[in-house]
Nanobody
Framework: QVQLVESGGGLVQAGGSLRLSCAAS????????MGWFRQAPGKEREFVAA????????WYADSVKGRFTISRDNAKNTVYLQMNGLKPEDTAVYYC????????????????WGQGTQVTVSS
């Protein structure tokens, strides 16, 4: 089992940047694929980005491709989401999640979730 704690959210103007971090407990972090999801008010939670156990492979939602970058540091048990060129439509609660599954773009493949961090982008 792994416990996840996100940080780094906040209020930023459109066009700005934020870096989210997700710290994982336990010694098995490197055995999990990691993902970021987000949920805007009144909307369903959606996939943002995912990264393989080793960090070699990454996946992105079309809406963030070219603007967001997911990375991980297995020595620090941490996964990051660098968000550049933020838009008001990126406003949401961002969650990190851990998976041993294979369909990393689906929230149903992630049994472990953090509490979320709020990102608000003003226009």
């Amino acid at each position: 089992q792994v416990q996840l704690v996100e940080s780094g959210g906040g209020l930023v103007q459109a066009g700005g940047s934020l870096r989210l971090s997700c710290a994982a407990s336990g010694r098995t972090f490197s055995t999990y694929h990691m993902g970021w999801f987000r949920q805007a008010p009144g909307k369903e939670r959606e996939f943002v980005a995912a990264i393989s156990r080793s960090g070699v492979r990454t996946w992105y939602a079309d809406s963030v491709k070219g603007r967001f970058t997911i990375s991980r540091d297995n020595a620090k048990n941490t996964v990051y989401l660098q968000m550049n060129g933020l838009k008001p439509e990126d406003t949401a609660v961002y969650y990190c999640a851990a998976s041993n599954g294979v369909v990393l773009t689906s929230e149903h493949d992630y049994p472990y979730w953090g509490q979320g961090t709020q990102v608000t982008v003003s226009s």
